[in-house]
């Protein structure tokens, strides 16, 4: 199958409340150019020097989302250019991006990474530090960056209750945040979902899928 038909065939699954980022990261420029030519304009990477190359190379109306952990040292070389940054999960981390936008005289989109999935190894806030965060005064006080929502991963299993009990449980964390309402929110975004699993996320309240294989092929 050609990334266009398999680009083609999602689309048409995807209710259009819902957003595609076609997660291209480890792929050559001319398999996201073959994406662009299909009409994908949103491309997601993990690593920031990967996305920054490929940022270089690709037509400038592409919106760049960076799904990967972030280190805050390299926030730098995509504050410029990034979209939305996906997996913002320490008020350090937030202070950084902030710093950066300011520089770039923007304001730059983050979601919240919260730690949905029964694994140790995958990163993300709790639900008392996700509250912590955006009911302190540092948080308020942020100029440059403005929150959409959240992000999470479940846990890797075939088990689709377990998934389905995540992906339900993000959802319901993000309900509850919308009373704390902050300037520098402005909450619609669960992005949560990848090739193995978008389809039972979206059903769980997904409005942003990440899917990566089932465009491009393996990795
Ligand atoms: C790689 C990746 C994806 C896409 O995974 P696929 O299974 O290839 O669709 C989605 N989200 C994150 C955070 C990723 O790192």
Redesign the pocket.
Known sequence: MSIQSNLNTIKASLPEHVTLVA?S?TKPVSDLIQAYEAGQRIF?E?KIQEMTEKWEQMPKDIQWHM??HVQSNKVKFMAPFVSLI?GVDSLKLLQEINKQALKNNRVIDCLLQMHIAEEETKFGLDENELNALISSSDFKEMKNIRILGLMG?ATFTEDQNQIKKEFTHLKTIFDSIQKLETENCNLNTISMG???DYKLAIECGSTMV?????IFGG?
């Open positions: 997660v990261k997601g993990n799904i990967g996906h991963m990848m090739s193995g990440r899917i990566g294989s089932s990795r």
